[in-house]
């Protein structure tokens, strides 16, 4: 501790006991003199000052001719003079120098004072408290020095006092017991240095953290001690909690507790619960507390009468009391009155009536043990919007925040568009995600002013996502995209997607209103290489390269507040090329070496698409949703213009629920279709729908499978030659990395996933996790069955150079290529269920966005390549 730096080397290399009263003379790390150390369990009795030493009897009754200052070094004579009322022509008195006494030590600039009458000759002698040169923290770990320096007094370059040491002491203690360490000590030390100056050292031993070891409960007998601990925020120190904040003990979440059990009772009807003490006893180590409730339940009581009594014209008491969904009879349960006051609340807003009051009136009979209630809505006028401020946005310009409100100046008051806004707002992206509109009194009774206080956050957003594939090694996309353009709302972006065999690049650009008008508008631009490969001893080789460049452009009319339609153009111009120096013979591509589907795959297209979707959307966020649906058909044509004609049809559904607890459950389902509109072929193993336009399934859409896992595919397995047995291939070989495996996609596909998402505590949360369990299953089907080859009486050859499937048994160099067969089997072309089920972890980390699945895949089709691991990760700026 003492030679941290060498600044600290100065004068301290002793250390004494502490100092009764003064300072040494001499250099040393000595205890603060009059100062304990303290601990954090219980406030530690200080020592007072010492008494002020008088040197002789001061003789009384002198006239006082002169009043001299001697040992002052920082302070000037007349400034400490200034402090006592001793004054030349007095005559001096014992009280006179025992007050001036007690001036000089009130202003804690002096570690001694002492006063001589030399027979009307005053001298008052003066030791001055030493200046701080610094403050030094030892032991701190769990706190930095950047929280506890703020927060003490004392400073360098200050005036050491002892009252300020104890408070400081007193104050890091109390930043201690904050964080649970109940039982961290702080003993204040100095170092005399040289010039009168001292380095003050508080030496911290933090302690371990306290956890709460017990919770005991006295008193309940309808409810049983774990049911009741699984109320309260604070839990019981175990193994498994390793990671939970609820462990540590904390005097405000002690009284949070309280109410928490108060409302479970109330909750089961037990109307006269309360708690009669609470109390935290610290264990005899100082480690632990054991917290014991002392309750009392009360009966059990019953709903009686319920019923509404409104004052507001437009509502009908008797009509709106039949429709109460609290009946008598039923158990009391608080819950579903607070839920009642809302509801009538919100239904009075959506009348207009801002301002309504609604208040249930209890009447509690102990005879039968009934609640009577009475929900009384008191006489309020109808509300107009008198204005609608925007506030707090520096780069969204007004209009874009104005624009997704559902009431302007003027109109009638409603709740429900005041929630609608506050959903539209919410989910721009742009600002805080605890936003809400507030609603403020305007200039009569019968005004409101709408105000929405945004506070912006970073809309741009860079995302990285890396993984490995068994088809693809590793696999890296990026993205970046600005989501508020200049402020107003638009989308810019650019994403780039790169692996061994898949590269792609877009630009794309959205308005959402168009010209200041509801009509959006929006442009991409792309460029895609897909390269499909083979795998042969460990070499991969590419069989077909499928280049893609086109355009997209689309705009979106609203039908109504939850549904628009969205009409769209793309053209694609397709180049599907094979490697001519391994899969063609003589000019022409070998069906033996390559396949006839990707032979029939090759060549220039032109598609010329048009279509339309139809979205409806109630979801009350649309990057976070908790409640709300959503569902998207949308329907393709090609062949107005272009090589290619086909229709395709897809359809997606989304459903969230809150179902309590902060839990989140959501279904999704998707699904589609695709008929060529014109025959290529009379062969009935050459679908009409081409490779390029088909439906493929697997990462992302369906978790635990590669990318292009699931379906219809060709597997390319090699056999061994015997050369010492008439050529006779031996099995097949088992290693799917020795597969060709080329995926062929469907006409036909569907998806679904049901994901629940689990709320963590308030650590967890703070940190941004959000994990989920969730099951995936779907299926794409529905191709002509593909011509497979087994050429058992023809050889192929591995060249020894390249690696690549060739007809030459020696390679360029001369040397010998390995000899092989091979053979072909079409797999997967099912519309059985493919299912999986697995963890995610979404977190909000300091350097972005980060998704973790784990999945496990329950059923699968012959041919399937299953995954058990991805990840991404993203930032924003």
Not at 119 to 124: I, W
């Amino acid at each position: 501790m003492i030679g941290r730096n060498a600044g600290r080397a100065e004068n301290r290399n002793a250390r004494t006991s502490p100092l009764c009263a003064g300072l040494l003379a001499t250099s040393a790390l000595v205890a603060v003199p009059g100062i304990a150390s303290a601990q954090a369990v219980a406030p530690v009795s200080q020592p007072a000052a010492p008494a002020p030493v008088v040197q002789a009897p001061v003789p009384a009754g002198d006239v006082i001719r002169t009043v001299t200052v001697q040992g002052s070094q920082r302070l000037e004579p007349d400034t400490i003079l200034s402090y006592i009322r001793l004054r030349p022509g007095q005559t001096y008195t014992q009280a006179l120098g025992d007050q001036a006494l007690k001036d000089l030590y009130a202003t804690e600039l002096f570690a001694d004072v002492s006063i001589r009458n030399n027979g009307g000759d005053v001298v008052v002698q003066v030791k001055e408290n030493p200046v701080i040169n610094r403050i030094i923290l030892e032991g701190n770990k769990r706190l930095k020095e950047d929280k506890i320096l703020p927060e003490i007094k004392l400073a360098a370059r200050q005036i050491f006092t002892r009252s300020k040491v104890r408070a400081d002491v007193a104050r890091i203690i109390e930043l201690y017991k904050r964080q649970g360490r109940f039982a961290a000590t702080v003993e204040p030390k100095m170092v005399m240095l040289d010039q009168n100056r001292v380095d003050i050292v508080f030496e911290i031993s933090e302690g371990p953290k306290s956890k709460v070891r017990q919770i005991n409960i006295i008193g309940n007998e309808k409810f049983s001690d774990g049911k009741l601990r699984g109320e309260m925020v604070t839990k019981q120190a175990r193994f498994f909690r390793l990671f939970s904040s609820g462990t540590s003990y904390d005097p405000d979440r002690l009284a949070f507790d309280q109410q928490k059990l108060r409302q479970f009772y109330l909750t089961e009807g037990y109307a006269d619960f309360r708690v009669v003490s609470a109390v935290a006893e610290l264990t005899p180590d100082k480690r632990d507390f054991i917290i014991t409730y002392v309750v009392e339940e009360g009966d059990r009581y019953k709903f009686g009468d319920v019923k509404v009594d409104s004052q507001l014209r437009d509502f009908d008491s008797d009509a709106m009391s039949k429709r109460l969904p609290i009946k008598a009879g039923d158990w009391y349960n608080a819950k579903m009155v607070e839920d009642q006051v809302d509801a009538l609340t919100e239904t009075a807003g959506a009348f207009g009536y801002a301002f309504a009051d609604v208040r249930p009136d209890f009447s509690r009979n102990k005879d039968d043990l009934t609640m009577s209630v009475t929900f009384r809505i008191a006489e309020a006028p109808r509300v107009y919007v008198e204005r609608v401020d925007v506030n707090g946005n520096t780069l969204t310009q007004d209009k874009v925040v104005r624009r997704e409100f559902r009431l302007a100046e003027g109109d009638a008051f409603n709740t429900f568009q005041v929630k609608r806004s506050t959903n539209r707002i919410k989910s721009l992206g742009y600002f805080q995600e605890k936003f809400e509109i507030e609603q403020k009194p305007g200039s009569a009774p019968d005004r409101i002013v709408l105000e929405a206080n945004v506070e912006e956050r970073p809309t741009g957003e860079l995302q990285l996502s890396a993984g490995f594939s068994s088809l693809e090694s590793f696999i890296f996309q990026g993205s970046i995209r600005q989501n508020n353009f200049r402020g107003r709302g638009q989308t810019i972006g650019l994403s780039v997607d790169y692996s061994r065999f898949t590269r792609s690049v877009q630009v794309s650009f959205t308005e959402p209103y168009l010209f200041d008008k509801n009509i959006s508008m929006g442009v991409d631009v792309y460029r895609r290489d897909l390269n499909s490969f083979n795998q042969f001893n460990s070499n991969r080789n590419t069989t077909y390269k499928q280049a893609t460049t086109g355009f997209s452009a689309r705009i979106g009319v609203p039908l109504s507040e939850y549904m628009s339609l969205i009409g769209r153009y793309t053209f694609n111009l397709d180049d599907v090329t094979l490697d001519q120096s391994t899969f063609y013979v003589n000019g022409q591509c070998s069906i033996l070496l390559a396949g006839r589907y990707l032979c029939d795959a090759i060549g220039k297209r032109t598609s010329s698409i048009l279509g339309a979707s139809l979205v409806y959307d109630t979801l009350d966020n649309r990057l976070r949703p908790s409640r709300g649906t959503q569902f998207v058909v949308g329907a393709d044509v090609a062949g107005l213009g272009g090589s290619v004609r086909y229709a395709r049809i897809t359809a997606n559904a989304a459903k969230f629920w809150p179902v309590g607890g902060g839990f989140i459950f959501s279904v999704r389902a998707e699904g589609g279709a695709i008929k060529a509109l014109s025959s290529r072929s009379s062969d009935p193993t050459i679908d009409d729908v081409r490779l390029t336009d088909r439906f493929f399934l697997g990462e992302p859409q369906i978790r635990g499978f590669d990318i292009r896992g699931v379906g219809p595919r060709v597997l390319r397995k090699f056999l061994t030659i015997d050369t010492n047995n008439d050529n006779i291939p031996d099995t097949a070989s088992t290693d799917r990395n020795q597969w060709v495996d080329d995926a062929l996609g469907g006409k036909y596909y569907y998806l679904t996933r049901a994901e629940l998402e689990i709320p963590l505590g308030s650590g967890a949360r703070e940190l941004g996790l959000r994990p989920s369990i969730y099951v995936d299953a779907g299926a794409v089907w529905g191709i002509a069955n593909p011509l497979t080859q087994n050429p058992n009486n023809v050889v192929y050859y591995t060249d020894a150079l390249t690696g690549k499937i060739t007809n030459s048994p020696t390679a360029s160099d001369g040397t010998a290529n390995t000899a092989t067969r091979y053979v072909e089997e079409y797999v997967g072309d099912t519309l059985s269920p493919r299912v999986s089920v697995g963890i995610g972890v979404n977190w909000n980390s300091p350097f972005g966005p980060f998704r973790l699945d784990f999945a496990k895949v329950l059923k699968k089709a012959n041919g399937d390549d299953p995954k058990t691991f991805t990840f991404n990760v993203g930032t924003q700026f």
